[in-house]
């Protein structure tokens, strides 16, 4: 069979699921389609095992009630009067989004530290939290540096600040 195709429903946590239905003899052994099984990861990763979700004489099926958090994974096989046949390589539909547009970041002297410090407000996630932050710089020649030293930096992957020493700039 082939690949399931998955996209995004009518709302964030909403996913349709398509597949070609089989018709020719090579494709249905000889004998007529009694349903479609589809099964997946219920959005528990790619170590998770595969269940049915539903089986149908349909060759589409919406799932809702998803969370926006995870990626899930399908898969689909046919059944005729005498078996089930091989399943399908796996469709994947992902409801994760980028987080909202950060606001701006604040910069401020520190004559303590020698240094620059760079702050911010962690942006609203929608769906997966954010796990990392990348800051650059547009320097005196006006081409953009990103701050490698501040992915070294605890406060950097928390989201609130970046130190950078002076001479950087």
Sequence with gaps: MAVPVVVKGGDASTLKISWARLFSTEQTGGKEIIDYDLHWDAGLGPKS??????????A?????????????RFQVR????????IFSGLGNGDLRLPPKQME???????PTQCATVISWVRPESIGSS???Y??????????FYPLTQCNKLIG??????????MGVF
Aim: net charge positive; glycine share 6%.
């Design 49 to 58: 095992s595969f269940r049915r979700l539903i089986e149908t004489k349909d």
């Design 60 to 72: 589409t099926f919406t799932k809702t009630g998803l969370d926006q958090s995870r990626d899930y």
């Design 78 to 85: 046919a059944r005729n009067l005498c078996s089930y046949g």
């Design 104 to 110: 701006s970041l604040t910069c401020a002297m520190s």
């Design 130 to 132: 954010v796990s990392k």
């Design 134 to 143: 990348e800051v650059t710089v547009r320097g005196k020649d006006l081409k």
């Design 156 to 165: 950097l992957q928390l989201g609130l600040t970046c130190t950078v020493p």
